[in-house]
């Protein structure tokens, strides 16, 4: 079975501080992870996915297969960057969607 | 572009009675997903349709959901003889593109369905 598992409910971090919101997840295979946004009042997004290695709005993740480990990092957290984030696993690349999401990490800036 | 437009944006039912929840594309779209996100959790897969075909139903908590989309276009997710635990917000989500991968999901606004 795939899980993903987000451990911090909530993470207060300085504006200008680094961010590191942790993801770990359960998969058999090779899977293909993701991170999903959802800023107030808005729908929620996708932030990146792993098989890109691109930086959006200056966060990165690296998936690593070692740790099991898709940790979403940023090294100056910026106030539009508080929000929900949940980090999701697609357990067979390029079939049938089934996401699955971990419970998320609320992401507060503060000033 | 791409865009969901989900229908009603909040649902107040009684224990029993039974509710429908529209999702609507904005333009075309061959794969549609419903999710379920229960308060302070992520959201929980349903149910797939590429075009009118559900693919996959597997999320489905219990015989009372039922989901279609006859004409590959709107898709309606039913629930009958609605209990507490039903109170979630539905996701509707559409992938703008062939095939069913997980590549930029659009995620509608969702429908807030609580449960009385």
């Known amino acids: 079975a795939q899980r993903v598992t987000q451990p911090e409910k909530l993470l207060s971090v300085f504006k200008g501080a680094p961010v590191e919101l942790k993801c770990n997840y359960s998969?058999?295979?090779?899977?293909?992870l993701f991170w999903y946004v959802q800023y107030s009042r808005q729908r929620l997004q996708l932030l990146l996915r792993?098989?890109s290695r691109e930086s959006i709005k200056g966060f990165t993740a690296d998936l690593n297969k070692g740790e099991t480990s898709f940790h979403l990092k940023k090294p100056f957290a910026q106030e539009e960057d508080s929000a929900m984030y949940y980090c999701?696993?697609?357990?067979?690349?390029?079939?049938?969607?089934?996401?699955?999401f971990g419970t998320g990490t609320r992401l507060q800036v503060m000033l | 572009g791409a865009g969901v437009s989900q229908s009603p944006r909040y649902k107040v039912a009684k224990r029993g009675q039974d509710v429908a929840l529209r999702c609507d594309p904005i333009?075309?779209?061959?794969?549609l997903f419903w999710y379920q996100q229960a308060l302070g959790q992520g959201p929980e897969f349903l149910t797939y349709?590429?075009?009118?075909?559900?693919?996959?139903k597997s999320g489905l908590p219990s015989d009372r959901f039922f989901a279609e989309r006859p004409e590959g276009s709107v898709s309606t997710l039913k629930i009958q003889r609605t209990q507490q635990e039903d109170s979630a917000v539905y996701l509707c989500?559409?992938?703008?593109?062939?095939?069913?991968?997980?590549?930029?999901?659009?995620f509608g606004s969702g429908t807030q369905l609580s449960v009385l």
């Open positions: 792993h098989i």
């Open positions: 998969y058999s295979g090779s899977p293909e």
């Open positions: 999701a696993l697609s357990g067979v690349a390029g079939t049938a969607s089934k996401l699955t």
């Open positions: 349709f590429q075009n009118e075909a559900q693919l996959d």
């Open positions: 333009s075309g779209h061959v794969s």
């Open positions: 989500a559409i992938k703008p593109g062939p095939g069913a991968t997980n590549e930029k999901l659009f």
